[in-house]
């Protein structure tokens, strides 16, 4: 295993400027939605995701791998976001829906703030209409049966 890396003075940004060109690669779905939401977080909020979206908010001061001693984090985060669309394994996509509905079902005091696609803003002390809640939770039982027929084909 090769493990390199390298120091970029804030005037030598042309590395990354290349990196940052159009066509150079491309965004999936899900790493936009995450990064949309993540512009609504301020900057000095405790955020807690899951440990494959992490890396989009190392810049962040108070960022936390989920799950990870949830009920210390719990106490301490005002943001969660999560992503069903953020995984490739499907059985990891339906323990991300368990998720998001155990935080709706069971932690009230972290509220779906805002939606984007199968991605989640989760905001501490915010309290979603009836409606809404209900909306998600429709969105992730259609979700779940999409993904579990898709499970069976693969077993068939």
């Known amino acids: 295993t090769l493990i390199c890396s390298f120091?970029?003075?804030?005037?030598d940004r042309t590395v990354f400027e290349r990196l940052m060109e159009t066509g150079c690669y491309k965004v999936s779905g899900a790493?936009?939605?995450?990064?949309?939401?993540?512009?609504?977080?301020?900057r000095d909020a405790h955020?807690?995701?899951?440990?494959?979206?992490?890396p989009q908010f190392a810049a962040r001061d108070f960022i936390y791998g989920y799950p990870a001693n949830r009920y210390e984090q719990g106490r301490h985060m005002d943001y969660y976001i999560f992503s069903i669309d953020a995984e490739n394994n499907l059985q990891n996509k339906l323990v991300w829906i368990w998720e998001v509905e155990n935080f709706i079902l069971n932690r009230p005091e972290h509220g779906i703030y805002k939606q984007k696609?199968?991605?989640?803003?989760?905001?501490?002390?915010?309290?979603?209409?009836?409606?809404?809640?209900?909306?998600?939770?429709?969105?992730?039982?259609?979700?779940?049966?999409?993904?579990?027929?898709?499970?069976?084909?693969?077993?068939?």
């Open 31 to 42: 790493l936009s939605d995450i990064r949309e939401l993540g512009k609504e977080i301020p």
């Open 7 to 11: 120091i970029v003075s804030q005037n």
């Open 47 to 54: 955020l807690s995701t899951q440990t494959n979206i992490v």
């Open 117 to 156: 696609n199968g991605t989640f803003l989760l905001k501490k002390g915010y309290t979603p209409t009836k409606a809404e809640a209900d909306a998600v939770l429709n969105y992730l039982w259609e979700q779940r049966a999409l993904i579990k027929d898709k499970i069976a084909e693969e077993v068939e």
